[in-house]
Nanobody, 126 residues
C-alpha cells in the first residue's frame, strides 16, 4: 500500500508562487508515474500535471503550461509542483496521485491512478 502526503499549500496573492510537495511511502516510488490534480468547489477533479517514472517526460493541462513545473526525486520519494504566476482560478484542493501501471503513455485521467493523497488547499486572492 502506497501512502502519499502533500504539503506546501496556502494563501497567496495573484502573481505569486507556491511549491507543493508530495512524499510517498510504502511502495517502490521509482516505478510509478506521478500526477497532480486539483478540485475546486462544485467542480470535478481535473488533471494538472504528470511525470513519468524517470522524470524524463512530463505533461500539463493547457491552463498551467509555462507557469507550473512538475519534478521528482526518486531517491527521496518525492514529487514537486512548482507553481508560478498564480491566478485566482488556480484556487482548489491539490492532490498528488500515483499510477503503478507500466503503460508508456503518461496518465492524465483520474481513473488511471491507483493511490491518492489527502489534498492540500491552495487559495489565490485577487
Amino acid at each position: 500500500q502506497v501512502q502519499l502526503v502533500e504539503s506546501g499549500g496556502g494563501l497567496v496573492q495573484a502573481g505569486g508562487s507556491l511549491r507543493l510537495s508530495c512524499a510517498a511511502s510504502g511502495g517502490i516510488f521509482s516505478r510509478y508515474a506521478m500526477g497532480w490534480f486539483r478540485q475546486a468547489p462544485g467542480k470535478e477533479r481535473e488533471f494538472v500535471a504528470a511525470i513519468n517514472w524517470s522524470g524524463g517526460r512530463t505533461d500539463y493541462t493547457d491552463s498551467v503550461k509555462g507557469r507550473f513545473t512538475i519534478s521528482r526525486e526518486n531517491l527521496k520519494s518525492t514529487v514537486t509542483l512548482q507553481m508560478n504566476s498564480l491566478k485566482p482560478e488556480d484556487t482548489a484542493v491539490y492532490y498528488c496521485a500515483a499510477d503503478q501501471s507500466t503503460t508508456a503513455a503518461l496518465p492524465i485521467r483520474v481513473y488511471q491512478y491507483d493511490y491518492w493523497g489527502q489534498g492540500t488547499q491552495v487559495t489565490v486572492s485577487s
